[in-house]
Every structure is written in C-alpha cells, then in structure tokens.
C-alpha cells in the first residue's frame, strides 16, 4: 500500500471510530437524532475506507473489487441495522424512563356520574371527571388512571335498590381527549371497573366516595396522585348525556359542582 493511500486510510478509520464512538455516547442520553447523524457520518466513512483500498491500491482487480464491495456491504448492512435499532429504541422509550423526570401534575378534584350503559334500566357504570393542572412547561399525553387499595361506600340520598354489584381488577382507564397543554389545567373523563344494577325509585343517585390511592400514567411514567375535593351529580346520565359532557353543548357545568373534602386513605 502506497504512503498516501495509507494517510487517507489511516485517517478516515480514525475518523469512522472517533464519530461511531461519539454516536455511542450521545445514544445513551437518548439524543436520538445526534446519534442517527453520527453513525451515518460512521457509515461514509466506513465506505470511504472501501473506495480508497478499490481504487488507489495496486492490488490485482478482482481483488479490489471484492474489498470495496464488501466494505460497502458491511456499511450499508450496518446502517440498516442501527437505525432500525434506533427506531426501536426510541418507540420503546427505553431511555426516557432513566433520564426524563416524572410529569409534575397536579390532581386537584374529580367529579363521579352514574352513566346507564347496560342493557337493563337497572345497568349503571361510574362515570369520572377528572381536574388535572400540568404545572411543567412542556405537554403531555395522558394515558390511563387508576387507583389501588380502593375502598368504596355507597351513601343514600333517596331510597334505592342494590341489584348486583361487580367490579373489575384495576387497572389504568383510557383517558378521552387525553392531551394536557403545558402550564395548563383541564378536565379528562374515563369510566371506572365499576358496574352496579341498582333501582333508584325516581330519586337521586346515592353518592359514591371513593378512598384510594390515585396513580396516572404518562407512556411508561407512573405518578401517585392525591384529589382533595370530590363531588357525585345527583342526575343519572344517559349514554349520549356522558358523551357530550365537556363539550359545549352540555348543559353540566363542572365548576358550579358542589365539591367537597375527599376523605385521606390509610398510609
């Protein structure tokens, strides 16, 4: 090999494992976007090596050929392999949990709604309304809530009758219209694992106070929430009532609710 084609191939694998090595590091603070330009500066020159050794060498043709394509070979193949790695690695959110910080969100209050979704008169689900306040400046996308260690009580308002009475292990409830602005409150709705058959005899909705530990989850983020006030409409809801409520059009305005203090659960 000649003294020039030697410089050049010495300094482009410098320079293939300076900027790959550099690639690596930015992949572990999860800067995906600076670790795909690095290994693509990796992958040229890489294939930079091939071209100098099959076109500046004076080694037999065949020869040649074979070493430049399979350093193409190995350079594209690779390129396609880590940035599809990438791609998985960022869909997964495998770095965010280690270096982002959990969403400060402020869980101030929930309003409850009896919702007849069964097919009986007598089918009730617990309907929730939640008041979130994202005190981060940067948004969210809401995914679920629950709660644990949940202790229900069922208090009259007007004679009624307990049919049936069936709740489902918990587990975190879709949120509807789940995007919360930053520096933003909102109201987000879900339907509790909860189903009762009850006959009300024409008179209010008994009310429901629910003690637990509160939990809402963003992507693979988890955080424990605590309301402080809490409040159960006295009206049941009809399907298309639970639909359009937070919408415009609903005649439920979910601040002229009588809120009051939601009792601490058990540490």
Not at 21 to 31: E, F, I, P, Q, R
Not at 166 to 174: G, K, L, V, W
Request: charged share 15%; net charge neutral; glycine share 8%.
């Amino acid at each position: 090999m000649a003294e020039p084609v030697g410089a050049i191939f010495t300094v482009l694998l410098f320079i293939a494992a300076f900027v790959g090595s550099g690639a690596y590091a930015v992949l572990s603070m999860a800067d995906f976007r600076a670790a795909r330009r690095g290994f693509w500066a990796t992958t040229i020159s890489f294939a930079d090596i091939g071209l100098v050794l099959g076109t500046m060498t004076t080694w037999p043709l065949s020869v040649r050929v074979a070493v430049c394509a399979a350093f193409m070979a190995v350079a594209g193949g690779g390129l396609i392999w880590i940035l599809d790695y990438l791609k998985v690695r960022e869909t997964l959110g495998i770095e965010s949990t280690q270096t982002e910080t959990a969403p400060n969100i402020a869980f101030q209050k929930f309003a409850l709604f009896w919702v007849k979704t069964g097919p009986t008169q007598y089918d009730y689900q617990l309907g929730i309304v939640t008041k979130l306040f994202n005190l981060d400046n940067k948004p969210y996308l809401l995914n679920g809530m629950g709660y644990t260690n949940g202790n229900w009580q069922l208090v009259p308002r007007a004679p009624f009758h307990l049919r049936t009475f069936a709740q489902y292990p918990n587990h975190a409830e879709i949120i509807e219209d789940n995007y919360i602005k930053a520096g933003n409150e909102g109201y987000f709705k879900s339907i509790l694992p909860l189903v009762l058959g009850m006959d009300l005899h024409g008179g209010p909705t008994p009310e429901a106070v629910i003690v637990a530990q509160w939990f809402l989850t963003f992507g693979k983020n988890a955080i424990h929430v605590t309301p402080e006030l809490y409040s159960v409409y006295e009206a049941p809801l009809s399907p298309d009532e639970w639909s359009d409520l937070l919408k415009p059009k609903s005649q439920i305005n979910m601040e002229n609710l009588r809120y009051k203090p939601l009792p601490k659960p058990a540490p």
